[in-house]
Each structure stands twice: as C-alpha cells, then as structure tokens.
C-alpha cells in the first residue's frame, strides 16, 4: 500500500467515524415514539434513551483521548468500534428500557472512544509543516 492509499484509507475510515456519532443522536429521536408505544413508555423516561447517549459521550471523552494517549490511539479506536457494534446489536434484543438505555450508556462510551481517536489518528498522519498550516 502507498503513502498515498493509506493516507486516504485513513481519511475515509476517520469521516466515516466521525460521522458516526451525530448519526446514533438523530436516528434515535426519529424512532423514540415507536419506542414508547413498544415499551408504554412515557416522555421523561424516552428523553433518558437520547440522553444517556449524549451524557455518556460528553464524560468519557477527556478520559478516553488520555486512555488512547498512553494504549495507543489505534487500540482505542478500535475497542470503540467494537463497543459500538456489540451494544448495536445488543439493543436489538432490549427487553425493557432500562436494558436499552444502559446499552444507550456504552454505545456513547463507544462513541466517544471513535470521536477522540478520529481526530487524534488524523492528525498523525496528515502532519503538516509549519508553512502549510493555514494558521502560520
């Protein structure tokens, strides 16, 4: 693999991720009134099943970007990945809502491990010289 393949192997994995967690957000707002029909829940208790996602993000960041600095930011980024995608799978199999809302609570954990380390991995490998940075 060139440099150059790598370089945009890496991009494309990084937008993609990054894409990921504004995409757990909203999809899960279009589908919260299925959700409370299914579980006969009410709008507080459905407001939980957005927010834990949120919440849980927002308090494992700093953490987890000082996890992948000292385990690597490729072995975060991919437990991450792997965090998502089983809890994914597991909210499938939600029997209650409190089930859904403690996977919602890892799929943010998950999601925060991918955020943090995209932008990390980005940067390491697009290194730019002082004269190429917009900002001097």
């Known amino acids: 693999m060139t440099e150059a393949s790598f370089k945009r192997t890496v991009l494309f994995v990084a ?18 009134p299925a959700i409370g029909q299914y579980f006969g829940a009410d709008a507080v208790t459905l407001g939980w099943v957005a927010t834990s996602y949120m919440l849980a993000t927002v308090v494992a960041l700093v953490p987890v970007g000082k996890a992948a600095d000292i385990a ?14 089983l809890f994914n799978i597991l909210v499938l199999f939600s029997i ?6 403690i996977c919602r609570v890892f799929q943010g954990i998950g999601g925060a491990m991918i955020v ?3 932008v990390a991995i980005l940067a390491s490998v ?3 010289g002082k004269e190429e ?4």
Do not use: E, H
Not at 23 to 28: A, H
Not at 133 to 136: D, E, F, L, M, V
């Open 72 to 85: 690597g930011r490729r072995k975060v980024f991919a437990l991450g990945a792997a965090i998502v995608a």
């Open 126 to 128: 697009f290194r730019l």
């Open 96 to 101: 209650n809502l409190s089930f859904l809302i």
């Open 133 to 136: 940075r917009p900002w001097g």
């Open 15 to 32: 937008a993609a991720a990054s894409f990921l967690g504004p995409f757990m957000i909203s999809t899960v707002n279009i589908a919260l």
């Open 116 to 118: 943090t380390t995209s």
